[in-house]
């Protein structure tokens, strides 16, 4: 499978569950819909395609070269219902507005305190309005003895954000999340992200992405990631082996602020 195939998959199995969990949460067209953490962008552009010409969807970011790839994404699709601003949970500009919805995707993981995160953005959030995440969580990551290579791989990453100070099981936390901060949770799900042969992985693009926060935070060396082969032998191990890997487990919540 070329390069471009692959991330074809790849993407598809990552936005399927974000498109199914915003639908089913009841995301609707003509929502004002606010993104937390929009980093470049694609769970805002995502949003954007479901409100509608008559909906909008504000995302914000602290990075700001994340935010100029999603403003370029969305004038390459020519997406002119989602802005982006540069702010933080808890700084957000005093004009932005109420919503009818809070959504966010893989950036409570990254909050000394998700309680408070959530809670800080609840004064944003219309009466009855919904608040939807999804976060992953490395309780899917275990022992693969056909695959030691994905499975060291898998590790490699999850260390890497734990030692950072990431919650790596922000995922089963959620329910918790969202009952301490006073919201009515309508649904809890989750689900395995399975890779095999035929679906590939991207394990050695992950590992590309963070291989300087990987090697700077002692989690592994240059040479023991050896990343100028790391795809080839990823590819040659899933082929051989003939066998599932859990590649992740995602959790989705949504629910509700009452009056």
């Given at each position: ?8 998959i790849m ?6 569950f ?8 009841g995301?609707?067209k003509g929502?004002?819909i606010l993104?937390?953490?929009?980093g470049s962008g ?9 409100v ?10 602290t990075?700001?070269?994340?935010l ?8 390459e699709r020519r997406?002119?219902n989602?802005?982006?601003v540069k702010?933080?949970?808890g700084g957000?500009p005093q004009d932005i507005?109420?919503?009818d919805a809070?959504i966010?995707r ?9 309680t408070?995160?959530v809670?800080?953005?609840?004064p ?9 995440f999804q976060e992953?969580?490395s309780?899917?990551?275990f ?5 030691p290579?994905?499975t ?7 260390d890497?954000?734990?030692?950072e100070?990431g919650?790596v ?13 006073g919201?009515?949770i309508?649904q809890v799900r ?6 095999t042969?035929?679906?590939g992985s991207d394990?050695?693009w ?11 935070s ?6 023991e990631?050896d990343i ?5 032998r990823l590819n040659s191990?899933r ?13 989705g ?5 009452q009056?």
């Amino acid at each position: 499978m070329n390069a471009k195939g692959l991330k074809a998959i790849m993407i598809n199995q990552r936005e399927d569950f974000t498109y199914r969990l915003l639908m089913d949460a009841g995301i609707k067209k003509g929502f004002r819909i606010l993104d937390v953490g929009c980093g470049s962008g694609d769970v805002t552009l995502l949003a954007a395609e479901i409100v509608g010409a008559d909906g909008e969807v504000i995302g914000f970011d602290t990075n700001e070269a994340a935010l100029d790839i999603a403003r370029n994404a969305a004038a390459e699709r020519r997406i002119i219902n989602a802005k982006f601003v540069k702010a933080e949970i808890g700084g957000l500009p005093q004009d932005i507005g109420r919503f009818d919805a809070i959504i966010g995707r893989r950036v409570l993981m990254y909050q000394p305190d998700a309680t408070h995160s959530v809670k800080s953005l609840l004064p944003y959030l219309k009466t009855n309005g919904l608040v939807v995440f999804q976060e992953s969580d490395s309780m899917g990551s275990f022992k693969n003895m056909d695959l030691p290579l994905h499975t060291q791989a898998q590790a490699w990453i999850w260390d890497t954000v734990a030692k950072e100070g990431g919650n790596v099981h922000i995922g089963s936390n959620l329910y918790c999340v969202f009952k301490q901060a006073g919201l009515t949770i309508a649904q809890v799900r989750a689900e395995a992200v399975l890779q095999t042969p035929e679906t590939g992985s991207d394990l050695a693009w992950v590992v590309k992405m963070m291989l300087p926060r990987i090697i700077q935070s002692g989690t592994a060396t240059q040479k023991e990631i050896d990343i100028d082969l790391l795809e080839e032998r990823l590819n040659s191990e899933r082929q051989n082996a003939d066998a599932v890997f859990v590649r992740d487990m995602t959790f989705g919540i949504w629910g509700t602020m009452q009056a």
